[in-house]
């Protein structure tokens, strides 16, 4: 809940510097409020001790424990079968008429917070059309609603009921072990995860570990095994400040805690597989171990394994984040499973194969990562919006995740703090995948109008020089005017 200044308690009195109370009118009717609702509980609260006790009793007055009479039979009335607590939308909601929604659009997106660069789209889901189209066929950077299409490619190339696999084999000694890197950077220190919900944790690995061991090993050096990923730890056109930050981390197929120095906090390691190596040590018990990146040995005996949560979990986890590091290690995964290197041109390739087969137009699409970091990135307004759509009507199969790892406007995610100022805007009618970058501002997502239309959207902006505020403000300020528009 967000609680705004003078907001929760606006009007309830305020404390003078003496001591003394200034207690206001509302205060008093507050007050009186609480009185009664204590009252009304302790009468509610008496009338159902006093039901208890009836029930405790046979029908001669005795305690009911030892007498052979049955106690009266409630009969409960028929309520007939549930509906569902989240009903569909309405197939007969009216759709917006283009020509008015373009005329509600328009001073929005003219605002100069958008630098007159803004290209943009909205696409009505059901009937698969556009209602909305400024620029949306030019290749724009698209920042992290890149994210989009790599989830569209894990969920068509990978089993979204698939996990990713780390795993702890002895080592070329009888006191050496290894840990093998599968690309699952959720891999928790802590138990659970304070990131991501349902991750594997190095607790569960390291005791599996040490009841396969022989009895009275002493663990003294941890070896990591990074070599599923290979290439370039960082993509071309990502600046060197990016790796690490607070929001990127060197890609590697071993980390934890989505490579962060400290779990749930966001600075990130430049060494995330060292690390694991690390927390492996720690959680053996031998803090002071050696710990360095090496290779398995041949025919290396298995002493644990862990698995991540499932492929659409984690493709949830990396939309509404906007995870950079789990976004890139997905794409690492669509590359092997298409028989492609594990490496960011590898990765590139296969999510734009991914895309091509899935029946999505890329002759404008060109990507150095998975995840939208890199500055090289173009993709189309009218890409992002037919993935969006696509998943949304199901004619990209398997790819619901997509939807239900759209941030919600004002509640969760990279939205948590955005789109909620609109009291117009029903809550929940907006979901979006955020992009950002300097002078790149993007909002991708679903809407449904007040009519209960279920519209996708893409806006994106580049060259913009406001600093951040201004831009995210104007952009929720079109996805607020989608929810809100009737528009006939």
Same mark, same amino acid.
């Given at each position: ?16 510097a ?22 009304a ?5 008496a009338l159902?001790v006093?039901?208890?006790?009836f029930?405790g009793?046979d029908d ?8 052979? %009479? #049955?106690?009266?039979? @409630?009969? +409960? $009335?028929d309520?007939g079968?549930? *509906?569902? =607590?989240?009903a569909?939308? /309405?197939s ?9 929604l ?7 997106l003219?605002?100069?917070a958008?630098a ?7 696409v009505?889901v ?7 189209d ?9 920042a992290s ?13 990978l089993?979204?009921?698939?996990t990713?696999?780390?795993t702890?084999?002895a ?6 072990v ?19 919900p ?7 690995? %390291? #005791?599996?570990?040490? @009841?396969? +061991? $022989?009895?009275?090993?002493?663990? *003294?050096? =941890?070896?990591?095994?990074? /070599?599923?990923?290979e290439?370039?730890?960082t ?8 790796a690490p930050?607070?929001?990127a ?5 071993a980390a ?10 966001n600075a990130?390691?430049?060494?995330p597989?060292?690390d ?25 005996a298995?002493?644990?394994?862990v ?16 995870d950079?590091?789990l ?9 092997l ?6 490496t960011?041109?590898g990765s590139a390739?296969a ?12 002759s404008?699409?060109?990507?150095r ?5 890199s500055r090289l990135?173009?993709?189309?307004p009218?890409?992002?919006a ?10 990209l199969?398997?790819?619901?995740a ?19 100022a ?7 009618a907006?979901?979006g ?10 909002l991708a997502?679903?809407?449904?109008t007040?009519?209960?239309r279920?519209?996708?959207?893409a806006?994106v ?15 929720d300020?079109?996805?607020a005017?989608?929810a809100?528009?009737g528009?006939?």
């Open positions: 809940m967000q609680v705004r200044p003078g907001g929760l308690f606006r009007g309830v009195g305020t404390i003078a003496s001591g003394s109370s200034s207690v206001t009118p509302s205060y008093r009717r507050l007050r009186r409020r609480i009185v009664g609702g204590v009252l509980l302790l009468v509610v609260a159902v006093g039901g208890v006790v029930l009793r001669d007055g005795t305690g009911g424990t030892g007498g052979t %009479a #049955a106690g009266p039979t @409630a009969e +409960l $009335p309520v079968e549930p *509906s569902p =607590v989240l569909a939308l /309405s007969d909601a009216p759709a917006p008429d283009p020509a008015a373009s005329a509600a659009l328009g001073p929005l003219a605002t100069p958008l007159g660069g803004l290209s943009a789209e909205v009505d059901a009937a698969g059309e556009t209602l909305f400024q620029d949306a066929d030019e290749p724009v950077t698209p609603t890149a994210k989009l299409l790599t989830a569209v490619a894990a969920l068509t190339t089993d979204p009921d698939d990713l696999e780390t702890v084999v080592g070329a000694t009888p006191d050496e290894v840990l093998v890197g599968g690309g699952d950077p959720t891999l928790s220190t802590t138990s659970p995860s304070l990131t991501y349902g991750a594997a944790t190095v607790a569960d690995l %390291a #005791a599996q570990v040490q @009841a396969a +061991l $022989p009895q009275g090993t002493t663990v *003294s050096r =941890v070896v990591v095994d990074t /070599s599923l990923f290439g370039p730890l993509a071309e056109g990502w600046g060197p400040e990016d930050s607070s929001y981390a060197p890609v590697t197929a934890v805690d989505g490579a962060r120095v400290t779990p749930g906090e990130r390691s430049g060494a597989g060292t694991a190596g690390r927390a492996l040590a720690e959680a053996l018990g031998v803090p002071g171990a050696t710990v360095e990146l090496g290779e398995t040995p041949d025919g290396a298995t002493l644990g394994t698995r991540s949560a499932p492929v659409a979990r984690l493709v949830e986890q990396a939309l509404s984040q906007s950079n590091l976004a890139d290690s997905l794409a690492r995964h669509v590359a499973a298409r028989g492609l290197p594990a960011f041109d390739q999510v734009t194969d991914a895309l091509a087969d899935a029946g999505i137009d890329t404008e699409v060109e990507l990562d998975g995840s939208g970091l990135d173009l993709v189309t009218a890409v992002l037919d993935v969006l759509a696509g998943a949304a009507d199901g004619s199969d398997g790819t619901s997509v939807v239900s790892g759209l941030a919600v406007a004002g509640y969760d995610g990279t939205l948590a703090d955005r789109g909620d609109d009291p117009a805007t029903a809550p929940g907006v979901r995948k955020t992009g950002t970058l300097l002078g790149v501002h993007a997502g679903t809407v449904v007040a009519d209960g279920l519209l996708a959207y806006l902006a580049n060259g913009t020089i406001g600093g951040g505020g201004p831009e995210e403000a104007a952009l300020a079109v996805a005017a989608l809100g528009c528009c006939r």
